[in-house]
């Protein structure tokens, strides 16, 4: 034969195809995949770095399909933005996996050696992001899962929803005419033809300009905290109260902002916005499962607990049991102060 049957090139587009046609298939393969990952642990050798491993790969796989689903659908070309946080998500997705590596391969030197490198490169990425791109609120990944659903329909209102955060309008110089943007213009069915009146926008700017700067420093400690924490352990130690304090009280100073914003103008956030700032609210639970507070304080309430719901409550013990062997681990392993 001169050529072969299927080239790589062949077989990347008949897979293109194939997910952009079937994605609730492709949805499903990616379900089992991430399963795999739990029932793998504990049950061969070096257990956790292969489960890390597959999950991570799960989570990629997810991402890729992700993009050609929805490149397929916007038939836009990526921005250099949209590469630097396809980067980002990547290594949200492995940065575990790497961790653990390192660790096997290089002990602990080797592995606070990664850890640094990958939270240097996330603070980088974050501050070009907010700084570069005027990205406000990054979302954790910055790419979130794709909501296959219904896609064609959510991208038209996500870019109408887009379009409406921007200013709608433009006044003439001489005359002082209201001009709408045509870009702008909503939909038939929303237009209330009326014309557009002038407004007095100098205390607007300044008003909205104090919300800007509030929600950049917010970011900006957001982004900073990994760093700042790692600094602190550091020179405090990784035991003490200083580091879990100073992290505590940077996300704690960050919300306040944001809260602050909303409170002076209730349009300051978007709706993805305040979701993502909620999810971060919701996320401070997990200081409950860090040390020092979980080996003072939540260690022995909690293993307490698992092991009174496995003596009373029938077959929860395959749950409970399997929980209370690994819960050391996953306290060790995930809930560091710079995972979130």
Not at 217 to 246: C, D, Q, R
Not at 302 to 328: D, E, G, H, T, W
Request: aromatic letters at 12%; one cysteine or more; charged letters at 20%.
């Amino acid at each position: 034969m001169s050529s072969a049957l299927f080239s790589l090139p062949d077989l990347y587009n008949s897979y293109k195809s194939w997910v952009t046609k079937h994605p609730q298939t492709t949805s499903d393969f990616e379900t089992t995949v991430k399963w795999v990952s739990y029932f793998i642990a504990g049950r061969i050798n070096n257990s956790y770095i292969v489960s890390e491993l597959v999950y991570s790969l799960s989570n990629l796989l997810v991402l890729f399909n992700d993009r050609i689903i929805s490149q397929s659908h916007m038939n836009q070309p990526s921005s250099s933005q949209e590469v630097l946080k396809v980067w980002l998500t990547v290594l949200e997705y492995s940065e575990v996996f790497l961790e653990l590596s390192a660790l096997k391969l290089w002990g602990n030197h080797g592995k606070w050696f990664v850890i640094v490198c990958i939270q240097v490169f996330k603070c980088v990425s974050r501050m070009l992001l907010i700084f570069n791109y005027k990205d406000t609120v990054i979302e954790n990944p910055p790419i979130p899962v794709l909501q296959r659903n219904n896609l064609d329909s959510k991208a038209v209102n996500e870019n109408y929803t887009e379009t409406q955060t921007h200013s709608i309008s433009f006044t003439l110089q001489h005359s002082g005419r209201v001009i709408r943007k045509i870009d702008s213009s909503p939909p038939i069915a929303f237009r209330s033809w009326k014309p557009l009146e002038a407004v007095d926008c100098s205390g607007t700017q300044v008003v909205q300009q104090s919300i800007l700067d509030k929600q950049l420093m917010a970011e900006t400690l957001y982004a900073l905290k990994p760093i700042l924490h790692l600094g602190s352990v550091a020179y405090f130690g990784n035991n003490t109260w200083k580091p879990w304090i100073i992290s505590l009280a940077l996300d704690l100073y960050s919300l306040r902002l944001y809260r602050n914003c909303s409170k002076i103008d209730k349009m300051a956030l978007s709706k993805k916005q305040k979701q993502q700032i909620s999810r971060r609210t919701v996320v401070l639970l997990l200081y409950l499962l860090r040390s020092p507070f979980y080996d003072r304080h939540s260690k022995e309430r909690i293993s307490a607990s698992l092991k009174c719901m496995a003596a009373k409550v029938p077959l929860a013990n395959m749950i409970c049991n399997p929980v209370l062997q690994y819960l050391p681990f996953w306290q060790k392993t995930y809930f560091y102060m710079w995972s979130t």
